[in-house]
């Protein structure tokens, strides 16, 4: 049997352990977790999606049908300041080019931003996993039978976001400081089939609500897309990733 000094050494032991398991989970529960993939967040009536992806974020504003104005560009984390590079505002095109520090942090699910006009509290919908999740441009076409390569000349840039559930397209030009369009919503790709469901359209309020379906797969790295456009003409196109923003 143990004696008193014995079972007092033992306490002191378990005791250390238990401290040091105590310490390294506050530890681990501190860490930034990933800010990757896509989050909500209701203000009154108006619904703000905010896509972070392969240094991508997109941000945009709706209520209801009517599309409000979205903003977006480069980005990285530094501790826990989100730090952004504006390549388009639909609203604002006088921020195109800034450079904005934006502090946040985590509580479970829940990323919070500091703006301007106080603390802003998104819920995580997607963790930014999936096979097509990443920051596309398109690269190809067919045209004749064939595929055509495209070569994107001048500053005019589109990309195409995808979480893991979300997806938004923009069409842009930053040296000029101008904003084309852009729409989103969510997707889903399972068995070949690519199915997007539209929830924001700048060019057109009346497309909100409508899906449209593709074929879809991934050969060699790219993405191949095809089936009948929003206007009906069809389609064959390839869609290679980015990579990652510098």
Not at 145 to 152: F, L, N, S
Request: glycine share 10%.
């Amino acid at each position: 049997m143990l004696n008193v000094i014995e079972i007092e050494i033992m306490k002191t032991f378990l005791f250390s352990i238990l401290a040091l398991t105590i310490t390294f989970s506050n530890l681990k529960a501190q860490t930034p977790a990933q800010v990757e993939g896509a989050w909500t967040f209701n203000e009154d009536e108006k619904l703000h999606y905010i896509f972070f992806q392969d240094g991508f974020y997109f941000h945009t504003i709706q209520q209801g049908n009517q599309f409000i104005g979205s903003d977006g560009g480069n980005y990285e984390v530094n501790n826990k300041v989100i730090s952004t590079r504006v390549l388009f505002n639909s609203m604002d095109s006088t921020k195109i080019g800034n450079a904005i520090d934006v502090p946040f942090s985590f509580t479970g699910n829940q990323l919070s931003i500091s703006v301007s006009q106080g603390q802003v509290n998104f819920q995580r919908v997607d963790e930014g996993q999936a096979p097509l999740a990443g920051v596309w441009r398109i690269t190809g076409r067919m045209q004749d039978g064939k595929i055509t390569p495209i070569h994107q000349t001048g500053s005019r840039q589109t990309y195409k976001l995808l979480t893991g559930s979300k997806f938004q397209w923009v069409a842009m030009d930053p040296e000029k400081k101008q904003f084309s369009g852009t729409g989103g919503g969510s997707y889903t790709f399972k068995d070949g089939k690519y199915t997007e469901h539209i929830e924001f359209f700048s060019r057109d309020n009346s497309r909100v609500g409508a899906s449209l379906n593709f074929d879809g797969k991934l050969e060699n790295g790219d993405w191949h897309h095809s089936g009948l456009s929003s206007k009906g003409a069809k389609i064959y196109e390839i869609w290679s990733r980015i990579g990652k923003a510098n």
